[in-house]
């Protein structure tokens, strides 16, 4: 069916009965809805994105995308495993750590925290610790007998900086008279990290693994192996071949495995916000509607002649689905023109501020992604397409004899 009369009929509907107005008022209205909608959309979901990638970004700095634990809780072999796990596909570095519950104490003030053992050249090549070091240098813990790496937060509420000195307190410790005697040694601050996680900096400290091993009275013995790929998002395909690999009793997690009930709530939120926001289009659909629905009842007499010169019930259908279509095109347009620019506004000049000591983000974190665009645009699209359909079928299925019998 040509559509060229429809299109030229629905153009013309959509103006101002009045000279040299342009756009009619209503469909100016109907055409702001749409475009605040979309807008909203584009701002809220590219700003839930950016909060999801900082967040990754974050974990995945102090954490590995695979770390290797046994069963058995110690690793004597680690050496000669992590050189075994380096040599699979897709892993990039290998790390060993000792990994154990403390508490950190200086003078009246003490915190429980996890003390990490690492080696340093090897650490730096599984995870982004030393880009988050403030003051010092992670190097430091080869050089410095007893030397500890803490989070801001931990060295703020110790009050401690570097060349500072902190007890590291473990209950488990020698048999007593009394039963078991807590074991203290003191450790100097290297280095000072700040992640942006209140989690890590406030709970981790981390010291060579010689002096962890020492420290908790595990010999020669890592807690588990650190593992980088070279796809985070084959880390779970990694990790079976990994576990299949080395079998009993070693036993493979990925980052997503421990972070799953942290990543789904942020999803579900996301899609939450969706859905909630959509209902703003959904609004506007209803002006789309009576819109067209004001515009069939003045057209009456128009849509009687037009029936009576040959035109067909699709036709006149065509106009008004037509109409609203020139109106979700317009409003989804300038929609996403406007999120766009608001979210590059936001991201490159930082107009938002939050306080970092609250939330450790200076601004608001945007990541604009395609698919968010397309999911906007369509979902805006289909509903104003839905909302034709009734005021084009009113006017399809008019009489054309009432209209014109007192002509």
Known sequence: MKLSYPFFIALRYSKSRKKNRGVSFNTVISIGGVALGVMALIIVLSVMSGFHEDLQRKIL?????????????????????????????????VSPFVLGQTMAARQKRAQGIYLRGVLPALEQTTTDIGKYVKHGSVNALDDIENGIVVGKELASNLEVSVDDEINIISPMGDIGPLGM???????????????????????????????AQKFFDIGDAASGIEVKIDDIYKAEA??????????????????????????????????????????IILVAAFNIISTLIMNVMEKQREIAILKTMGATNTGIMWIFMIQGLFIGLAGTTIGLVGGSITCFLLDSYEIIKLPADV?????????????????????????????????????????????????
Request: net charge positive; hydrophobic share 45%.
């Open 238 to 279: 990694v990790r079976t071949y990994i576990s299949k690999s080395l079998g009993y009793p070693y036993n493979a997690r990925d980052w997503m495995q421990m972070n799953r009930n942290l990543f789904s709530a942020l999803k579900l939120e996301k899609f939450a916000m969706f859905v909630i926001l959509t209902l």
């Open 181 to 211: 005697l807590p074991k203290a040694r003191k450790f100097r601050v290297v280095a000072v990290f700040e992640v942006g996680m209140f989690e890590y900096d406030s709970n981790l400290a981390m010291v060579s693994i010689q002096s």
């Open 61 to 93: 700095g102090v954490n590995t995308h695979i770390i290797v634990l046994s069963y058995e809780g110690r690793i004597k072999n680690y050496r000669e495993l992590a050189d075994q796990i380096k040599a699979m596909p897709h892993v990039k570095a």
């Open 359 to 407: 939330y450790y983000l200076s601004h608001l974190p945007v990541k604009v992604k395609l698919m968010d665009f397309a999911l906007v645009a369509a979902s805006a699209l289909t509903i104003s397409f839905l909302s034709t359909i009734y005021p084009a079928y009113q006017a399809a299925r008019l009489n054309p004899i009432e209209p014109l019998r007192y002509e």
